[in-house]
Nanobody, 124 residues
Framework: QVQLVESGGGLVQAGGSLRLSCAASGRPFSTYTMAWFRQDPGKERELVATITVSWSGGRISYADSVKGRFTISRDNAKNTVYLQMNSLKPEDTAVYYC???????????????WGQGTQVTVSS
């Protein structure tokens, strides 16, 4: 059983930065995708960024809404994935979740393991 634990959320003013961390207790897939999603009440869960580890190398992708502002990265030694968020906007306010699944998954329903979420609030 894999457990994902997010941390790093909080309250920040517009234009500020936060770094989210997602620590994984295990790695059930030899090749896998780690992702950050976010969800605001009343809205659908939105895919923010992914990092995929495959036999041919790694791939990273971002939602258009965060390109140039957010950076996803991983530390294999710590089994942790990060989301560096810069130039934050009020519309970035949401609960942020990390998730993992087999290589190449993108739809929320195909991710197998989820963290509990961490609240990010950006004030104007």
């Amino acid at each position: 059983q894999v457990q994902l634990v997010e941390s790093g959320g909080g309250l920040v003013q517009a234009g500020g930065s936060l770094r989210l961390s997602c620590a994984a207790s295990g790695r059930p897939f030899s090749t896998y995708t780690m992702a950050w999603f976010r969800q605001d009440p009343g809205k659908e869960r939105e895919l923010v960024a992914t990092i995929t580890v495959s036999w041919s190398g790694g791939r990273i992708s971002y939602a258009d809404s965060v390109k140039g502002r957010f950076t996803i990265s991983r530390d294999n030694a710590k089994n942790t994935v990060y989301l560096q968020m810069n130039s934050l906007k009020p519309e970035d306010t949401a609960v942020y979740y990390c998730a993992t699944g087999p290589e190449g998954v993108m739809a929320p329903g195909r991710f197998i393991y989820w963290g509990q979420g961490t609240q990010v609030t950006v004030s104007s």
